[in-house]
C-alpha cells in the first residue's frame, strides 16, 4: 500500500510540463524534417515555408530554444550529470560517424559534424565541472555566487553573438563552426542540422538558471493541472521522456515509410 501511495505521489508531483515541452518541440522537429524529406528528396512543391526567411528568423530557433532550454532546466533533476553528459557524448559521436560514412559512400547530404547532440554534449559537461567545483566550495547549490557565475555566462554568449557578423568575415575555416561562426564555402554542412556553442551554450545555462530557481524541489510547477490537459499532454510527454531515442530514430524511419510508399506509387 504504502508503495503505490509513494508511486501515485511520484506521478503527481513529476514536473510534467518540461517532458511536454520537450517533446512538443522534437514533435515539431519530426514535422519540419517530415517537410524537409517530401520537399528535397522527393521533389514535391509543397511546404514553401522551409525556405522562407522568416522560418529560419523566428520559427526554427524558437523551438530550439525550448529543447535546448529544458535540456538545461533538467540538469537539476539529474543526479549525475558527468554521467549524463558521457551518454551525450557516445551517442553523438556514433550519430556523426554513422550520418558522415553514408555520406560518403552514398552522397545523402545527410552527414552531420555539430548538431544539437554535441551541443548538448559540451553543454552538460560544462555544467557538471561547473556544479561540481560549487558544490566543493559550498553546501548549498543555489548559492548567489553561483547564479551570477551562470548569469555572466548566459550574459558572454549572447554577447559573443553580437559579435559574430564581424569575425564571420575575418575567419573562415570548417572548425569555427562548432563556435556559431560561418565556415569557408568549401566545407560542406548540413545547415539544418548544423549548431554552434554561440549562442546555444547561454541558452542552454539560461535554463540551467530556472530549473535552480522555479524546480528547487524537483517538482512540477502546475500540480493542479486539469485532467483534460494531462490526458492531452500524455503523447508529447512520451516523446519528451524519450527525446535522444527518438531523436536518433525518427528520421530512418521516416525516410523508410517514405521510400516505400514512394515504390508503391503513393508518393
Given at each position: 500500500m504504502e508503495g503505490s501511495e509513494k508511486s501515485v505521489k511520484l506521478k503527481s508531483t513529476r514536473a510534467f510540463e518540461l517532458d511536454l515541452l520537450r517533446g512538443f518541440a522534437i514533435f515539431?522537429?519530426?514535422?519540419?524534417?517530415?517537410?524537409?524529406?517530401?520537399?528535397?528528396?522527393?521533389?514535391?512543391?509543397?511546404?514553401?515555408?522551409?525556405?522562407?526567411?522568416?522560418?529560419?528568423?523566428?520559427?526554427?530557433?524558437?523551438?530550439?530554444?525550448?529543447?535546448?532550454?529544458?535540456?538545461?532546466?533538467?540538469?537539476?533533476?539529474?543526479?549525475n550529470n558527468f554521467k549524463r553528459a558521457l551518454k551525450l557524448l557516445i551517442v553523438s559521436v556514433l550519430f556523426s560517424a554513422v550520418t558522415i560514412t553514408l555520406d560518403h559512400f552514398m552522397n545523402l547530404g545527410c552527414a552531420v559534424y555539430f548538431n544539437v547532440l554535441h551541443l548538448l554534449t559540451v553543454a552538460t559537461f560544462l555544467f557538471a565541472i561547473f556544479d561540481h567545483q560549487e558544490q566543493k566550495k559550498t553546501k548549498s547549490r543555489d548559492s548567489r555566487g553561483g547564479d551570477m557565475i551562470l548569469f555572466g555566462i548566459v550574459m558572454l554568449f549572447f554577447l559573443l553573438l553580437q559579435a559574430?557578423?564581424?569575425?564571420?568575415y575575418k575567419i573562415r575555416c570548417g572548425w569555427v563552426s562548432i563556435l556559431g561562426l560561418e565556415p569557408h564555402q568549401d566545407f560542406n554542412l548540413n545547415p539544418g542540422d548544423e549548431m554552434g556553442l554561440i549562442p546555444w551554450?547561454?541558452?542552454?545555462?539560461?535554463?540551467?538558471?530556472?530549473?535552480r530557481h522555479v524546480y528547487k524541489k524537483k517538482e512540477t510547477f502546475f500540480p493542479d493541472a486539469p485532467e483534460a490537459v494531462l490526458k492531452v499532454s500524455k503523447p508529447f510527454e512520451w516523446i519528451g521522456r524519450h527525446s535522444l531515442l527518438v531523436y536518433i530514430l525518427h528520421q530512418p524511419v521516416m525516410l523508410g515509410i517514405l521510400y516505400l510508399l514512394h515504390y508503391l506509387g503513393v508518393i
Amino acid at each position: 500500500m504504502e508503495g503505490s501511495e509513494k508511486s501515485v505521489k511520484l506521478k503527481s508531483t513529476r514536473a510534467f510540463e518540461l517532458d511536454l515541452l520537450r517533446g512538443f518541440a522534437i514533435f515539431m522537429m519530426i514535422l519540419h524534417h517530415f517537410a524537409y524529406d517530401i520537399r528535397n528528396i522527393f521533389e514535391y512543391n509543397a511546404f514553401g515555408f522551409i525556405d522562407a526567411d522568416w522560418f529560419w528568423a523566428f520559427l526554427h530557433p524558437f523551438f530550439l530554444c525550448i529543447f535546448v532550454g529544458i535540456s538545461g532546466i533538467c540538469c537539476q533533476f539529474s543526479r549525475n550529470n558527468f554521467k549524463r553528459a558521457l551518454k551525450l557524448l557516445i551517442v553523438s559521436v556514433l550519430f556523426s560517424a554513422v550520418t558522415i560514412t553514408l555520406d560518403h559512400f552514398m552522397n545523402l547530404g545527410c552527414a552531420v559534424y555539430f548538431n544539437v547532440l554535441h551541443l548538448l554534449t559540451v553543454a552538460t559537461f560544462l555544467f557538471a565541472i561547473f556544479d561540481h567545483q560549487e558544490q566543493k566550495k559550498t553546501k548549498s547549490r543555489d548559492s548567489r555566487g553561483g547564479d551570477m557565475i551562470l548569469f555572466g555566462i548566459v550574459m558572454l554568449f549572447f554577447l559573443l553573438l553580437q559579435a559574430l557578423p564581424f569575425y564571420n568575415y575575418k575567419i573562415r575555416c570548417g572548425w569555427v563552426s562548432i563556435l556559431g561562426l560561418e565556415p569557408h564555402q568549401d566545407f560542406n554542412l548540413n545547415p539544418g542540422d548544423e549548431m554552434g556553442l554561440i549562442p546555444w551554450v547561454g541558452v542552454f545555462f539560461l535554463g540551467v538558471l530556472i530549473g535552480r530557481h522555479v524546480y528547487k524541489k524537483k517538482e512540477t510547477f502546475f500540480p493542479d493541472a486539469p485532467e483534460a490537459v494531462l490526458k492531452v499532454s500524455k503523447p508529447f510527454e512520451w516523446i519528451g521522456r524519450h527525446s535522444l531515442l527518438v531523436y536518433i530514430l525518427h528520421q530512418p524511419v521516416m525516410l523508410g515509410i517514405l521510400y516505400l510508399l514512394h515504390y508503391l506509387g503513393v508518393i
